[in-house]
């Protein structure tokens, strides 16, 4: 959840405000976080219309967990560059239209792996572990792409699955087709992926996305969630007009 074009740090992780344009966008970790407590949601809006100052405390455990994170998805493109594929990472790109645009173009070559994906539509943004080449048609040409997210928890909670819903709603939106499966890769000496069907969780992503949505139009009106053209084009284009399989 953020405003163009103002960076601040709280919590576990980095947020990016953007104030140039006045309307919020939201990630998957706002997804999970209104899953898990609605409050956390009005906190965080609280924070981006710089209504409450941000907390700066942070915490020693969940760093840990964060480099673990980072080394087993480390690990796991390791592992796909032993078997034999390349690896397109676009994890060191900061800018979000760079990184946007990198990502659409190893997509639309064809790349067999594509790390730390940049994905965007409408008021909704994210980076995906990794997007893995099916050979599966859509507007690409003969190819289309899955998401894989790298965890190092044992069992798939409900928030693994609502992040990756929305990485396949967010890819489908690039590719023109909604992808069949998607994956979770826990921390197993030979990396075997559990997979799960989008469409089977389509009608609970939905609920809860469509809930958050109306949470933050309703603490602050329209004019905040205003998408300003951040379309399917990626930031700063427009592509609302485009069908939406999950949406």
Excluded at 23 to 30: F, G, K, M, N, Q
Excluded at 115 to 134: E, I, K, N, P, S
Aim: glycine share 8%; aromatic share 8%; hydrophobic share 40%.
């Amino acid at each position: 959840m953020y405003r163009a074009k103002e960076s601040v740090e709280y919590g576990h992780e980095d947020r990016h405000f953007m104030n140039a344009d006045g309307y919020i966008r939201l990630s998957a970790t706002d997804l999970t976080n209104h899953l898990v407590c609605h409050h956390l949601t009005s906190l965080d809006l609280a924070v981006v219309t710089h209504e409450r100052p941000a907390p700066t405390w942070r915490s020693p455990d969940l760093w840990v967990l964060q480099k673990r994170g980072e080394e087993h998805e480390a690990a796991y493109l390791a592992h796909l560059q032993r078997a034999g594929l390349s690896v397109m990472n676009v994890q060191e790109i900061a800018d979000e239209d760079r990184a946007w645009a990198e990502t659409c173009a190893a997509m639309n070559g064809g790349a067999p792996v594509i790390a730390q994906a940049t994905l965007a539509h409408g008021r909704w943004f994210g980076r995906a572990d990794v997007l893995r080449r099916v050979e599966r048609p859509s507007d690409l040409g003969t190819w289309s792409y899955e998401v894989y997210d790298c965890k190092l928890a044992r069992e798939t909670k409900a928030a693994t699955v609502l992040q990756l819903s929305l990485y396949s709603d967010l890819l489908a939106a690039v590719q023109g087709v909604l992808p069949e499966w998607m994956y979770v890769v826990p921390p197993d000496v030979d990396f075997e992926a559990e997979s799960y069907r989008v469409l089977d969780f389509a009608a609970y992503y939905r609920y809860i996305k469509a809930r958050l949505e109306k949470a933050v139009d309703a603490a602050h009106g329209s004019a905040a969630s205003h998408v300003a053209g951040q379309g399917v084009g990626g930031p700063g284009r427009s592509g609302e007009d485009m069908g939406h399989p999950l949406g």
